[in-house]
């Protein structure tokens, strides 16, 4: 049976890369993934910010290993097409949230798939999108 899609933010690949709480639920749908039981979507925005975000904390050869390993994972990358772009401005101007973070919140409407983060600005989308919650550190 295919579960619903999910789409990971940073927030979500974060704790995945670095073994914070949340990470087995990530590890879970990976799996599902694997299994063709459900497809996980991640936007190119929120990858980009993950991989600033580990080349600060433990350098440039550890967001080249990340790159790698999501090109071997059943992860989909998902570009940020004109379309994609005009529907994250569009959430940005509406909602308090970061600009990457409202490309993963498009990408979740675009494909009616829960977006999976912990990340507190989301909360202002409740109703607007579902939500599946990962534990903050």
Sequence with gaps: MLRPAVVLDAFALLALVR?????AQVVARLNDAARRECRVLISTINVGEVLYRLERERGEAAATALVSSLGQSP?????ATWARVVAAAHLKAQYRISYADAFAVALAQEFDAALMTGDPETRALAGVITVEWL???
């Design 75 to 79: 992860v989909e990358l998902h570009e």
């Design 19 to 23: 073994a914070e709480p949340g990470q």
């Design 135 to 137: 534990p903050r550190t």
